[in-house]
């Protein structure tokens, strides 16, 4: 019997061993994806023009690490917290990784003692989701954040934060958006007035923030059968997180006998008014719309939150809200940093993010759209040979081109024909071919080709790299 069994065994392992090799699956993990040349291409232009407008409001840029002290994010994101990765424990650190790139920002103010910074920081992190992947939602994803930290005169600031969104999704073209703000002062001080209780203040703000996505019944119920809100409560709050509108309906709600009694509400909406006047100064709020429904589910936000939305463009998706989703949001959170601090200093912060992966699955599908094709590559030239055996003079002159900073390139074949040559910029888009012959050589000269026009130009080619850089500066 114990022979049988061994026998049996030993073709176990077989199997197993077998199966082991069969049961590699080649696949990014879920919730994250590959960026192949033509996706980098367009992402790195989308980049280009964010980090061009941050540094033009003149920031500077910070990194922190991945992975932060488990305690260092944990009570930061309201009901959100649930999507934090936690890692194993490593060396007695319990370790997580970084959920936003706010909360580290915070971090690093308060440990290097640091009142007054202007900063942008683009990075990635990680959410531990059922992501949507088809809009534009990962488990691992870029955030592009831009923060004033600082004591400074109201609003101001935060104008500025909704001037830079307003610069990025135009210069995009991404297509019509609008640019919700609320004041959390407001929200709390309505949740007052309507009946909240203060324990229900931020679990029923993570209900209005569904609002949407969801119809108001919808919100309604949760507040009534889940949240256990009086349903006269979820009636009043009915009635102004439906309300939108601009600076007339501030200064209505200014009038308004309950919301001007609550003291939150009214220096949230002063403060309303004030920066609508100095958006109106940047001449944006075409853009602007105030909505109470807005309240952005993240616990640490105390004065103005906005968030940007994109409106429908795709006519045939008829089914589709009229809104693609939010692509930035941010807003005013003056605690967090005292949470970090020994003494609980605090450093008023204000601040937005970008949401690059949405921005770039709608910048990929309308490159598909136009059939645009995209390079890959930045290369200005291609060194090419006429005749055989010119290897030689190919390396001489590609050397002299890159050390002159002209991106270049070449056939890694001794002998490559012309038409091959030529037929690889055509393909990948290359601008000028820079053609070695015997009779250039003798002449001291450059043949240069202009790859769309196939017009050629013979160049002393101690001035090839001149011309070069004339004619790709026009392209």
């Known amino acids: 019997i114990a022979k049988e069994v061994a026998k049996l065994l030993d073709m176990k392992a077989q199997l197993d061993a077998d199966e082991g090799k069969q049961k590699f699956v080649l696949k990014t993990p879920k919730g994250t994806r590959d960026f192949g040349p033509k996706e980098m291409a367009i992402r790195e232009r989308a980049f280009k023009a964010i980090i061009s407008c941050f540094k033009r409001h003149g920031a500077e840029v910070i990194d922190t690490p991945v992975f932060e002290l488990k305690e260092t994010l944990t009570g930061k994101y309201g ?16 370790l997580s990784l970084r959920y936003d790139l706010t909360v580290p920002f915070a971090r690093y103010l308060a440990m290097n003692k640091i009142t007054n910074i202007k900063r942008y920081h683009i990075a990635k992190v990680y959410r531990r989701d059922n992501p949507a992947m088809t809009r534009g939602r990962y488990r691992e994803f870029y955030q592009c954040d831009f923060d004033i930290a600082g004591q400074f005169d109201p609003m101001i600031p935060d104008a500025e934060c909704l ?12 297509g019509d958006f609008v640019i919700k703000v609320n004041d959390r002062r407001i929200l709390d001080g309505m949740f007052a007035v309507c009946g909240v209780p203060d324990s229900k203040f931020r679990t029923i703000c993570s209900s209005v923030d569904k609002l949407d996505k969801v119809p108001w019944e919808e919100v309604r119920s949760e507040m009534v059968g889940e949240k ?25 709600l200014l009038q308004d006998p309950k919301l001007s009694q609550n003291k ?5 909406l002063g403060e309303m008014k004030l920066l609508f006047e100095y958006l109106t100064l940047f001449g944006i709020t075409g853009k602007i719309s105030f909505d109470l429904s807005l309240a952005r589910g993240l616990d640490y936000y105390t004065g103005v939150i906005f968030e940007a939305v994109l409106l429908q463009q795709e006519k045939q998706h008829v089914e589709e809200p009229v809104s ?9 959170y003056d605690g967090l940093v005292g949470m970090f601090d020994p003494k609980g200093r605090k450093v008023p912060c204000v601040g937005v993010s970008i949401g690059i992966e949405r921005i770039f699955s709608i910048l990929e599908q309308k490159l598909e759209a136009s059939e645009e094709k995209i390079r890959t590559t930045e290369t200005q030239v291609l060194v090419a040979s006429a005749q055989k055996k010119l290897l030689e003079e190919r390396l001489k002159l590609i050397s002299e081109l890159w050390d002159a900073g002209i991106k270049a390139e070449m056939l890694y074949k001794k002998n490559p024909k012309l038409l091959n040559q030529l037929q690889y910029c055509e393909d990948t888009g290359i601008p000028l071919v820079a053609i070695v012959g015997e009779q250039e050589l003798k002449d001291g000269v450059v043949k240069l080709r202009i790859v769309a026009t196939r017009e050629e130009v013979n160049v002393r080619r101690e001035s090839l790299v001149e011309e070069i850089r004339i004619r790709t500066s026009q392209c």
Do not use: F, T, W
């Not at 939150?264 to 949230?268: N, R, T």
């Open 228 to 252: 256990g809100l009086s349903p006269e409560a979820a009636d009043r709050i009915g009635e102004y997180v439906q309300l939108h509108g601009g600076l007339e309906l501030i200064e209505r």
């Open 163 to 174: 001037k830079i969104v307003h610069e990025i999704l135009s210069d995009l073209q991404l």
């Open 324 to 332: 693609v989703g939010s692509v930035a949001g941010g807003g005013r």
């Open 264 to 268: 939150l509400a009214k220096e949230g």
């Open 79 to 94: 009901e959100d917290s649930k999507l934090i990765y936690d890692l194993k424990d490593q060396g007695g650190e319990l």
